[in-house]
């Protein structure tokens, strides 16, 4: 139970600091000195990791961009990651100034993994990290034998308060068939520290990367019967459903192994955002709805440049944040004012020097995480 005062010692004299007041004081302070806090005492763990104080938190501080570059270390084999936060998500400006937050490295070879941002944290291959702290956490290894990795999928359970990992392996044995497929959960924090082996009961093969919204992960799949859907993966009862059918024309764009696809919230349902061809400036947008079949809500065919992807919706106006996919000569995001039709270009400042990034993601709508890792 959360203390309901505080005591302090001063003089001989002790003064009461009351709970509403030390959640008020905590509540402006910034992440990386909670943290610090956290190890105080039983009390103030107990204050900062509650639900109400972490909802309390969201409200005051604002919702910020975080971008993120890579950067390749040939000679060492390893993958240099940076993270980058703005002040704010206003696009009133022609630029967005950014505070960097930390910087780890990690293998190589994990860089093939996409990089998944939920609710303050980050999942990078075998990695989940802290970008307001820079701590990291190690997945466990799976011993697959004779299995391949399909995907990992992150996401985060706001009913548990935990971050999960879905990993799905697939049978390496000829003919295999996504009944061969298996379904493995990592939860972050638990005890003992390891992947466990769940049911599926609607046996299927991912086709994409995953959006994770209000404890559910969904992802493109077809199943064992041949159906392309949109799959639903509850993260707090860990059981797969089909949320939605995919049309014939989607099915098209996601088999042609040129074009790009990229799930957003929209308005807070999934969307399918795809370029059909890589040599031409387009996007069509997908609309998700539980129980029917997507239908195509809008393209885009006048985008500024070729390599730009769709990241999200910023307001009910239904203005849409695009990004190139590569690091160029400056961090960049475009503004899609809806209500005009017009696209502006937003430098993001960025304090590096001397620094090569090879590629850029940008994340919006980043808060701080209390989460120890």
Partial sequence: MIQGSLRLCNKGTNVVVPLDLQIEILSRLPSKSLVK?????????????SKSFIRLRSLIHPLRFLLVLNENCDQ?????????????????????STTFLSKITFPLRQAAYPIYYVNGLINIGD??????????????????????????????????NQYKVLWITQNLERHATPQFNRYHVFTSGAKPKKWRL??????????SNCLCIDGFVYYIASTDTGLMCLMKFDLSSEK?????????????????????????????????ST????????????????GKQDYKAKSFNNLPQLNLRMKCVINHMGDIIFAPS???????????????ASFKKKKVEVDVKKVEFHESNYFVGYVESLMLI
Avoid at 131 to 140: A, D, V
Avoid at 198 to 204: E, K, L, M, T
Wanted: hydrophobic residues 40%; proline residues 4%; charged residues 20%.
């Fill in 37 to 49: 806090f956290m190890l105080v005492s039983k009390s103030w763990q107990e204050i900062i990791s």
């Fill in 76 to 96: 060492t084999r390893h993958l240099s990651v940076s993270f980058f936060s703005s002040s704010s998500m206003s696009l009133s400006s022609t630029s967005i």
């Fill in 127 to 160: 990695i989940i990290c802290n970008p307001c702290t820079g701590k990291t956490i190690s997945l466990p290894k799976l011993a697959a034998s004779g299995e391949s990795i399909r995907r990992r999928f992150f996401g985060y359970d706001p009913f548990n």
């Fill in 198 to 207: 769940i049911d599926c009961g609607i046996p299927h093969t991912d086709w």
């Fill in 240 to 272: 797969f459903y089909i949320f939605a059918r995919v049309s014939e024309e989607m099915e098209a764009l996601l088999l042609r192994a040129y074009s790009s696809r990229t799930l957003i919230n929209y308005h807070g349902k999934v969307a399918l």
């Fill in 275 to 290: 370029q059909p061809s890589m040599s031409v400036p387009s996007i069509d947008l997908f609309i998700f709805e539980e």
């Fill in 326 to 340: 590569h690091y160029t000569s400056e961090a960049t995001i475009v503004h899609h004012d809806f209500k005009g």
